[in-house]
């Protein structure tokens, strides 16, 4: 069975005590995490190091989360199927369609508490909840 | 002889002014950058601003309001906060915070906006603020605010720029939202952010 110390997350968050947040839920739960301010930094970064799973805001400067997501898309596999989780304020209908249009895998409105996150985290990563 | 002027020259199509609205994405944004250097350019801007939908095009239509930095050119990204495209709000949060003083008359009426949304984005809008004003201002929405996504978001800026005087308004705003896990963190280390010695206050 596969350990949560051997998924990578990226949290893709200009906020940064989301960012702490999410890490502090993350790391207690054995994940290894990455972080990166918005869709531009985390591009760099998958280049480099391809992760499990990304955690995606909506609203982040230079780069929003569904343009992301959809030059995610784009990328040459396996970073272009690498599952997305997005968490945002935005509770409306419109930027649920527009997230799942983009290729968000599941869809979480803020705030999110951690033991709900952990849980969407491992579910995601064919862990156990 | 009587003096005949000659006609003049027919003047080139490529040599006049590219529609903004017109042509090809490429040829729009070429017309938005030559919009920005006119003296008429901000209402140019504008109108393009209203009608266009390719990211490009608008990000240039962006920096051009941005480069002229004026109340004027604020007032007309500020309504594109309230947009349902997430590409346009972050254009308009991108452009705002490139004009700080621009953008400073504007605050504190979008503080106190009726939707939560933009007063969410403005919270971070106000981190271009001297750090005084700043502090003012979010803690006023910290005593007032009932959403808690808005108070994350001002916590969030206090974190960084937070003066001392803050503390109180940051626990009144804790003590609202007890039980909220993500306030209860953001608190604890945006206080401990502001407690922690050599800040050097602007």
Known sequence: MAEASSKRILIIDDASLVRRYYRDALERAGFEVDEALNGVEALEKLLGEPADLLIVDVNMPQMDGFTFLRSLRQQAPPIASIPALVISTEAGPHDRRAARSAGANFYLVKPVAQDVLVQHVSIMCGLPA | ?202
């Open chain 2, 1 to 202: 002889m009587p003096l005949v002027r000659k006609p003049s020259p027919q003047t080139p199509a490529a040599a006049a002014p590219p529609a903004l609205g017109e042509g090809t994405r490429e040829q729009r944004w070429a017309a938005v950058r030559a919009a920005a250097e006119r003296p008429d350019g901000l209402a140019l801007l504008a109108d393009a601003l209203s009608r266009e939908s390719d990211p490009r095009v608008r990000e240039a239509i962006f920096t051009g309001l941005a480069r002229l930095a004026t109340p004027e050119s604020a007032a007309v990204v500020v309504p594109y906060l309230r947009s349902d495209d997430a590409n346009l709000r972050t254009g308009a949060v991108d452009a705002l915070r490139a004009m700080p003083q621009a953008c400073r008359a504007h605050l504190p009426a979008l503080l106190t906006d009726g939707d939560a949304d933009v007063r969410l984005l403005s919270c971070e809008l106000a981190r271009g603020l001297p750090d005084e004003e700043a502090n003012r201002l979010l803690c006023d929405l910290l005593e007032r605010e009932t959403e808690r996504n808005v108070c994350a978001a001002a916590i969030e800026v206090l974190a960084e720029i937070g003066r001392p005087e803050a503390v109180p308004s940051l626990l009144r705003c804790g003590a609202r939202f007890a039980g909220d896990p993500f306030i209860a963190f953001s608190l604890r280390v945006a206080t401990e952010r502001i407690a922690a010695p050599a800040r050097d206050w602007r």
